[in-house]
């Protein structure tokens, strides 16, 4: 079993910044991905980034240029800086990890989920 711990969430001014953490621990297979989603009130939940164990990224197109995600596996830790955070940005972040190479959007296809942390953004 594999248990994700979220942090670095908060509130933030629109044109601000945020980076997220989640670190990994139990018992993560060789090959593991690790992503980022976020539900907002009345909303489903939505792919925003994933990362492979070898560092190749994907991201939605709505963060694309102004999110970063990054992986430490030394540390079984996934970062997500988020720059220019605007109103629609508000949610709850989850982490999120699956066995595989490959990322995938779908959330049903990850089997490890953090707790959530929340991220407001006043306008």
């Known amino acids: 079993q594999v248990q994700l711990v979220e942090s670095g969430g908060g509130l933030v001014q629109a044109g601000g910044s945020l980076r997220l953490s989640c670190a990994a621990s139990?018992?993560?297979?060789?090959?593991?991905?690790l992503g980022w989603f976020r539900q907002a009130p009345g909303k489903d939940r939505e792919f925003v980034s994933g990362?492979?164990?070898?560092?190749?990224?994907y991201y939605a197109d709505f963060v694309k240029g102004r999110f970063t995600i990054s992986r430490d596996n030394a540390k079984n830790t996934v970062y997500l800086q988020m720059n220019s955070l605007n109103a629609d940005d508000t949610a709850v972040y989850y982490c999120?990890?699956?066995?595989?190479?490959?990322?995938?959007?779908?959330?049903?296809?990850?089997?490890?989920w953090g707790q959530g942390t929340q991220v407001t953004v006043s306008s």
């Open positions: 990362i492979r164990r070898s560092g190749v990224t």
């Open positions: 139990g018992r993560t297979s060789t090959s593991y991905v």
């Open positions: 999120a990890g699956r066995s595989g190479v490959s990322v995938s959007v779908p959330a049903t296809e990850y089997d490890d």
